[in-house]
């Protein structure tokens, strides 16, 4: 059995409506999903700085060894959480407008 004309093109605007709801849901999960994801790793980042940073300050007067790990880690996490930030695309607040 065919359908008329009327119901093809009924079928046709309902399947166009729910690709284009579907389209939404899944842009909203992927941005929400990413969202999380970006900011697990900001926190991350900034507690291994504040780890390495005091790994610096407690070992350096003992031993110099551990206190350039404790260096290390900070400038690991720095360089991770910028490199990080930019591939986020947030914005740039240090240029001149």
């Given at each position: 059995?065919?359908?008329?004309?009327?119901?093809?093109?009924?079928?046709?605007?309902?399947?166009?409506?729910?690709?284009?709801?579907?389209?939404?849901?899944?842009?909203?999960?992927?941005?929400?999903?990413?969202?999380?994801?970006?900011?697990k790793i900001a926190v991350s980042t900034v507690l291994a700085f504040i780890g390495g940073f005091s790994l610096l300050l407690l070992t350096f007067g003992s031993s110099v060894l551990i206190g350039t790990v404790g260096f290390l880690f900070m400038l690991g996490s720095s360089l991770v959480f910028v490199k990080h930030r930019a591939g986020a695309g947030w914005k740039d607040t240090t240029s001149p407008r």
């Open positions: 059995m065919s359908l008329s004309k009327e119901e093809r093109q009924i079928l046709q605007k309902m399947e166009e409506a729910l690709r284009e709801q579907d389209h939404r849901a899944f842009v909203k999960r992927v941005k929400s999903a990413s969202l999380r994801s970006s900011q």
